[in-house]
């Protein structure tokens, strides 16, 4: 019985030290990302069989495989326009291929609910590699911000920083994303040891993660960070009393540093004309002006784009093909045709369609029913209720309608979601597991 004990453990302890790994690999790159990824599904599989696949499945899974199946049906038929077509340059049955491997986000979510419900997964180690990621990347920026480069050697671009991340500049949403979960670590984990240095602590984190973001030159993830943290302060009891020093601490900082640095100055002056002009384009109703932002010319572009393939869309990663393919767009635009129109919604809407469009959104404002408003506002006593509320938040952030975005098909950003989806479900359907047992 010791003995079986004892392998149960060391199984979990596995399954934890890969969870740990998460937040390191998204520093490391996306092969590490996804080899992260597939061994986490792969040994899951394999610790724990069939199993895994008997959990109670409801109405927002069966969403969930209507999108998938979606996603491979409109890889078939967009493949097989490509090759009727003879388009050899894009390659051929290539979105079959990253259709077929987007599937592991399915698994992942599957396996991340069966670790949650089954108490497998020890979000401490999470957390606590949350933590220790954020700060690191916070203060490589800030190294690489005086030093010139950072540990690894890597320079900044223009006015931006990216710290570990190199000339990719994403280390601001890295901290955005990642760094929320080190104020829940000590009240959830080690509030004995720890919880009496809170006050000196939470404002030290803050300043921290603040600075790493600002000086990184990424602003959308600086408004998603405050708006994350202004949504915890202002939505939790405890945390309300650092609300007006909070404020104080960001208008000082942000004061200082865009007061006495031209960088931090040049990029969010460069931001907030950005916004002015789109303002006032959508305020005028002068979509033809060629005053456009290179974010709004971008956002436009899925327009006509979309209209190529309205009902199931043109195929995951292939709005860059169709794109160069309309003929309504001057083929020499240096910001017309982009990769993806840099919102999640519209991406999805051009590369999977109405259809694929309508299930995401009904995917998502299930999440949101059964967690923030089901599982927050009815305030159920359950002990896990404290640790759901951090992904809560940070899913609100991640599915804003109107930020602009990466790829959501790209593996950072499909990982970091389905990530917080599982999660987020996992601890929403255990507490009704329990609910409806007792």
């Known amino acids: 019985m010791y003995l079986l004990s004892k392998f149960q453990v060391s199984k979990s302890n596995y399954i934890n030290l890969l969870i740990f790994l998460i937040p390191v690999s998204f520093i490391a790159g996306n092969m590490i990302v996804n080899i992260n990824l597939i061994l986490l599904i792969l040994l899951t599989l394999i610790l724990y069989g069939n199993k895994v696949f008997k ?111 190199g000339d990719e500049l994403i280390a601001g949403g890295y901290i955005q994303r990642f760094s929320i979960f080190s104020f829940f670590l000590i009240p959830l984990f080690y509030s004995n040891q720890f919880g009496k240095y809170l006050k000196i602590i939470i404002p030290i984190l803050f300043i921290i993660f603040f600075i790493g973001i600002v000086l990184s030159g990424n602003r959308m993830p600086l408004i998603l960070f405050l708006f994350t943290v202004s949504l915890i302060v202002l939505f939790q009891k405890q945390t309300r009393k650092y609300f007006l020093p909070s404020i104080i601490l960001f208008i000082l900082i942000f004061s200082l540093l865009f007061n006495f640095n031209n960088k931090v100055k040049y990029n969010y002056m460069a931001f907030y004309t950005q916004i002015s002009q789109m303002m006032t384009i959508v305020l005028e109703k002068d979509f033809s002006s060629k005053r456009k932002p290179p974010y709004l010319k971008e956002f436009t572009s899925f327009h006509g784009t979309w209209l190529m393939n309205k009902y199931i869309g043109g195929g995951i990663k292939n709005f860059r093909y169709y794109c160069h393919e309309r003929s309504d767009i001057d083929k020499n635009s240096k910001f017309i045709c982009n990769m993806h129109p840099h919102n999640y919604y519209l991406e999805i809407l051009t590369e999977t369609g109405v259809v694929g469009f309508f299930l995401i959104s009904i995917i998502f404002i299930i999440i949101l029913h059964l967690t923030f408003l089901k599982k927050y506002f009815l305030k159920s006593k359950l002990n896990d209720n404290k640790i759901i509320i951090a992904f809560i938040f940070l899913f609100i952030a991640e599915i804003f309608p109107i930020k602009s975005t990466g790829s959501f098909f790209t593996t950072g950003n499909t990982t970091y979601l389905f990530l917080l989806i599982g999660i987020l479900i996992g601890l929403a359907r255990k507490d009704i597991l329990i609910e409806k047992k007792y």
């Open 55 to 165: 959990i109670r499945y409801f109405v927002l899974d069966k969403l969930f495989f209507a999108f998938f199946f979606l996603v491979l049906l409109t890889g078939i038929i967009n493949d097989y326009y490509f090759y009727s077509n003879s388009l050899a340059w894009k390659g051929y049955f290539t979105t079959i291929i990253k259709s077929i491997f987007f599937l592991k986000y399915l698994l992942l979510y599957i396996v991340l609910r069966y670790l949650v419900e089954t108490n497998t997964l020890n979000l401490k180690y999470f957390f606590s590699s949350c933590t220790l990621m954020s700060i690191f990347v916070s203060f490589d920026i800030i190294y690489q911000f005086f030093n010139g480069t950072d540990i690894f050697g890597y320079e900044g671009i223009k006015n931006k920083l990216g710290g570990p991340f």
